[in-house]
């Protein structure tokens, strides 16, 4: 049975609230499969799934590692070895940045983990801690706490110990200074200098903190005309920027325009329709660089004979309409906990977006 008082991730104190059934934009809807809502105050609030949250919670080991039996996208299992301290930064990070709940759940938890948001190592962890700081500071001079036992999340930290090395870098880099007699066992409170502002203008512009998504896609008309306006129009309410070159002026330059353009973006979206070569190594060329990567392709183009290796064992969005595909995109970048803004889910309608 659940312990209500504890967060599944971290083992603290927290309220659990078992959700049956919600409303979302005023209609009620029935939890498939039931979930809860965690309010805690290291992790965040989040919602996860009730088995999931039972699982985690059973066999959590103390070195906050865990087991878990997860879809492999085939049809089948997969047992995953999963670090619940990434999972914590997830949550915790997804509601400072939109006040919302992140959802966890079986089908989405290896790509919430895969995403480029998760940093791959210890500098990328003090990019993070940078990066909550300037969220934090309203302007030039403010001062922001840093409170060991319950932030060290925010930078992906193992625990509390590590979370401190991560400040004490940013200190010795000059990003941040301590507030003169503020810092003391349970942390520090700290300016950005303006290194660290400069910093985080770096971070915002390139790579995966970036608001930039990048879309690769056929040169087709039915691309240009359905496909592209919709999945541009998904990107922008979920908070990105989105860019397509292929209807740009072509010249000698535009593969390294492209390959620099993918290294600038956060998020990488793949439609396969079509089946071009030059779709599937923009695909590759981004997954090799570590960005997060969503394949799609129209239902008619998906078959067997038509799809690639390349991608196969990837998580396809099939789409087949305008209005399917926009709410089949918005759905995925939110259940990855990739949405800028923190929308709601998506209930598909018989109108086409942007039409009234």
């Known amino acids: 049975m659940l312990n209500d008082k504890e967060c599944p991730l971290c083992g603290e104190k927290a309220t659990?609230?078992?959700?049956?059934?919600?409303t979302i934009?005023?209609?009620?809807?029935?939890?498939?499969?039931?979930?809860?809502v965690v309010n805690c105050d290291r992790c965040g609030d989040y919602a996860i799934e009730s088995n999931l949250a039972l699982n985690i919670q059973a066999g959590r080991k103390p070195r906050g590692e865990i087991d878990l039996l997860l879809p492999d996208g085939e049809g089948g299992e997969k047992k995953v070895k999963v670090k619940l301290h990434l999972l914590s930064g997830r949550t915790k990070t997804y509601w400072v940045q939109t006040d919302k709940r992140l959802p966890l759940?079986?089908?989405?938890?290896?790509?919430?983990?895969?995403?480029?948001?998760?940093?791959k190592n210890p500098a990328q962890c003090a990019d993070k801690l940078l990066l909550y700081v300037k969220l934090n500071s309203s302007r030039y001079g403010s001062v922001v706490a840093l409170e060991r036992k319950k932030d060290w999340p925010v930078a992906y930290a193992?625990?509390?110990?590590?979370?401190?090395h991560f400040s004490k870098h940013l200190?010795?880099?000059?990003?941040?200074?301590?507030?003169?007699?503020?810092?003391?066992?349970?942390?520090?409170?700290?300016?950005?200098?303006?290194?660290?502002?400069k910093r985080t203008e770096e971070l915002a512009t390139a790579g995966p903190d970036s608001n930039q998504a990048f879309v690769a896609m056929a040169s087709e008309r039915d691309m240009e005309e359905v496909c592209w306006p919709v999945v541009r129009l998904a990107l922008q309410d979920t908070g990105y920027d989105p860019l397509c070159v292929n209807w740009q002026e072509d010249n000698e330059k535009i593969d390294d325009y492209i390959t620099a353009e993918i290294r600038r973006s956060a998020l990488v979206i793949v439609d396969c329709t079509h089946h071009k070569q030059n779709v599937y190594y923009e695909a590759g060329f981004a997954h090799g660089l570590g960005r997060t990567v969503i394949p799609m392709c129209r239902e008619d183009e998906f078959t067997?004979?038509?799809?690639?290796?390349?991608?196969?064992?990837?998580?396809?969005?099939?789409?087949?309409?305008?209005?399917d595909l926009y709410a089949k995109l918005c759905n995925r970048i939110r259940g990855m906990g990739l949405d800028r803004k923190g929308g709601e889910t998506v209930k598909p309608t018989k109108k086409r977006p942007g039409k009234t």
């Open 304 to 323: 067997a004979e038509k799809r690639q290796f390349d991608l196969m064992t990837y998580r396809h969005i099939v789409w087949d309409d305008a209005n």
């Open 25 to 36: 934009g005023g209609e009620l809807r029935y939890c498939d499969p039931p979930r809860e």
């Open 158 to 164: 193992h625990d509390a110990e590590e979370f401190v």
């Open 16 to 22: 659990t609230t078992h959700v049956e059934a919600e």
């Open 171 to 197: 200190a010795e880099a000059r990003m941040i200074r301590d507030v003169g007699g503020t810092r003391n066992s349970e942390g520090r409170k700290v300016v950005l200098t303006m290194e660290g502002w």
């Open 105 to 119: 759940t079986r089908e989405c938890l290896l790509e919430q983990l895969g995403s480029a948001q998760v940093p």
